[in-house]
């Protein structure tokens, strides 16, 4: 399945390259690129950070240049918090991934550029880039570190090819099963003699029609109402004015 | 301005504290509450950890229980990677924080609840939320830390509350411009014999302007057009046929 690559350039931590890793892996994104890390490699402590994650530093390409590394790439996004002079659209995370997504779909690669840790991207890397991609955060407080910005852009890929989002549905009660427990309550209740006076009991009724319909309640919600109502009745002694089956 | 309230369960790592309150801060969200973190508070670690964000952990409120925390919220959200045998609806981030937007807009105050680092929540804590937010993560790989739970759960309140989304405005060229700009090419080229054969000449014109009205040009574009047209063909010692103004 394609996927965009997520290029590291001149990063200088292995531990935030291991990181890294792991902040793609959540979201199912496996191609890493690296352009110029400081450090050697394979870097061990990157492996170390990568815990379970190690096989996206193995797969890792290795590039002497950003030109190099972005080569096959035919849509290029690089994250920056600043844009210092250069003209270039400027996305959310959210549009970046619509774009990437509508990119890889029509079967172009995707190339995304992260730059190393405080520095950020150089002018010269921005430039080989379609589109800036800036998280909208804070003006006042900036603070996201490398892993996390692969973190949050992992995520917007993620979130942009999930099904539209429907929250997941529980096992919930027909409205026949609402209905008859409607009916339990207002026959326990009327024995109980809740229904007073009896001018207000239609709107009383209605109440609780209304709310039962409104709970969203599930079966097994229903089951419960259905024995407490029961035991309710049964704890207070009240004779038993109903048929319905005793568990 | 309201906001949603970010309730750490029994933390255990200072710096997790930390970590989250710097996450929440990058969106602009302040007010933590913290109940039975693992060691003494206030935590030299977490404040060390926080740098920039040290008011969050200043402000945030000590509670002994999580109902205790939650006492004045109308809406509770729980995040957790797991739903063990308990019927709630489960939510993604993104349907999550539309509703704390619409509950908060509505006048409602809203608790989201971070388990500990490793145990997560427990059946207890999450009971006493109205729903479950879980990060939809690749389904064999989940490595999110607490910072980074909240990381998303912040940046997803912050994604819900700005305008609708539309790609900053370059400053474009106008329809006058690109045709100018065309009309140039063609003046140009056709003093280099470029439209050749003639039959072929209209056709190659249209792409041309075709081409320029799609690339999006800005008026630094156009500019830069206009003078690269100029220098190449003073290069090639033509004779001026325009009477475009040389700069």
Known sequence: MPEPVFILVRPQMGENIGGAARAMLNFGLDRMRLVEPRDEWPNPRAVALASGAGRILDNAGLFETVADAIGDCTHVLATTARVRGLTKPVLTPEQAMAEARA???????????????????????????????????????????????????????????MAPAAPAELDRATATE???????????????????????????KLAIRNMLSRLALTRADVQIFHGMLRQLTRQKAAPAASDEPET
Chains 1, 2 share one sequence.
């Open 103 to 161: 990119a890889t779909d029509a079967g172009g690669r995707v190339g995304i550029l992260f730059g190393p840790e405080r520095a950020g991207l150089e002018n010269e890397d921005v430039a080989r880039a379609s589109a800036i991609v800036t998280v909208p955060v804070n003006p006042g407080f900036f603070s996201l570190n490398l892993a996390q910005c692969v973190l949050l852009m992992a995520y917007e890929w993620q979130r942009h090819g």
């Open 178 to 204: 609402i209905e008859k427990l409607g009916d339990h309550f207002e026959e326990r209740l009327g024995t109980a003699g809740f229904f007073f006076p009896e001018a207000r009991a239609p709107g009383m």
